[in-house]
């Protein structure tokens, strides 16, 4: 498979990428930051992404959304990397839509589908209970009660799930801690009695929530997919998203590579450019070389996405341990060959390094995937 864009995608990225420079660009990081808003991001901002189609790229257009696929929405999520946008993309767009897309009963898609794609509704995964990632790592029960169930438990690491009007938990009904059979997903509602749901601000300023179940009742018709048999299509999700993170950690690798290249081009030492010196364009060209090929990888991940490719699980984790590999390196140089301003916030390099570390641990840092690789490959 040729790994370029078609003239649609090539046309998507264009038009995410002056999007997201003209509406959200680091600058607009800073303000929200220093503000200390409680959503942590614009939702004038979130409106004009549904405006042009970003909200709903991978609903399909039965259910009002675009229906553009994976590579669509790495491209964007790319373009949110290159200018560290904040918004809720990730969480409702890619998680939550790739959920209810695959596994959601028809009433499910038909109620929520179309408010997620005009940006009405949004939704978070709730998933991880531990510090480090492990999907299958879940102590949240879900207890047989009338025509439903009853949950309790604690969810870490929730993607914006402080302003979700619906969150998607995974619990389990069956078999124990660590067994990937026996897990359930399902919608519920943070405002439900027995719910609490506390906002977690992160070192890139980026928003996560904790979430406590106290015996929170839900109804059968709650069930997203088959009671029992929720790994799957969590793994499904959570797919998609490392993909779309890989994309913006790529997005932050060329930004930081670019802004690099122009410093050297500015800052004079002993009387000259220091981009004349010849360590430091060997450094320049060996970055170039990762982040081109990281390029590679992560958009094959996000093409076998949308064939359906069984190997894309291979391709996910290789694309997420890859380009986490190289967002570290490329921010590492950049903050390096900046020199000491390159940690302080007169520069917005430092903001990259922070996203590039965190983008990394989500969903599985470079060691979690390189391990699931190896075991994808019968090593």
Known sequence: MALVLNDEQAMIREAAEGFFADHAPVAELRRLRDAKDATGFDRGLWAKMAEMGFAGVAVPEAYGGAGLGWVAAGLIQEAIG???????????????AAVLVKGGSEEQKAALLPKLATGELLLALASDERARHAPSHVETRAEPSGNGFRLTGKKAHVLDGHVADRLIVAARTGGEVADKAGITLFLVDPK??????ERRSMVDSRNSAS??????????????GEVGGGYALLTAALDAGRACLAAEMLGVSHTS????VD?????????????SFQALQHRAAHL???????????????????????RAPVFVSLAKAKVGEVAKLATNEAVQMHGGIGMTDDFDIGFFMKRARAANETFGDSAFHGDRLARLMNY
């Not at 439900?192 to 749901?197: F, I, L, S």
Request: with cysteine; proline share 1%.
């Open 263 to 275: 410093y050297l081009k500015q800052r004079e030492q002993f009387g000259v450019k220091i981009g």
């Open 288 to 310: 170039f070389c990762e982040v081109e090929l990281a390029r590679s990888v992560s958009l094959r991940a996000l093409q076998a996405l949308d064939d359906g490719d069984v």
């Open 82 to 96: 290159k200018n560290l946008s904040l918004s809720p993309f990730l969480a409702t767009s890619v998680l939550s």
């Open 257 to 260: 590579f670019a802004m690099t």
């Open 192 to 197: 439900a009695a027995g719910v609490r749901v």
């Open 211 to 224: 979430v406590v179940l106290e015996g929170v009742q839900v109804d059968g018709a709650d069930v997203i």
